[in-house]
């Protein structure tokens, strides 16, 4: 009788433990996450590279901002440079 009552006894204490370690990691995690939101580093930031003036002038020709004449007129006011 006594072994079934430890048996029993050990499943409820792996039971706490396992209890006691989410509510941990829940404890740190929302430690960490409004510290991480309000100083901006919740994720990297991606660097964005500056688009080259031919290729700006090739989309505005492309979305018929500019004519082909103006297209080429400036791009090789371009090359000059």
Do not use: C, H
């Amino acid at each position: 009788m006594m072994n079934d009552m430890m048996s029993g006894m050990g499943a409820w204490m792996i039971l706490w433990g396992l209890l006691a370690f989410v509510l941990l990691g829940l404890v740190v995690i929302g430690a960490t996450w409004p510290v991480r939101s309000l100083t901006g580093q919740s994720r990297p930031r991606r660097q964005v590279a500056p688009e080259r003036p031919e290729e700006i002038l090739r989309r505005r020709y492309a979305a018929g901002e500019i004519g082909e004449e103006e297209y080429l007129r400036r791009l090789s006011g371009l090359d000059k440079s």
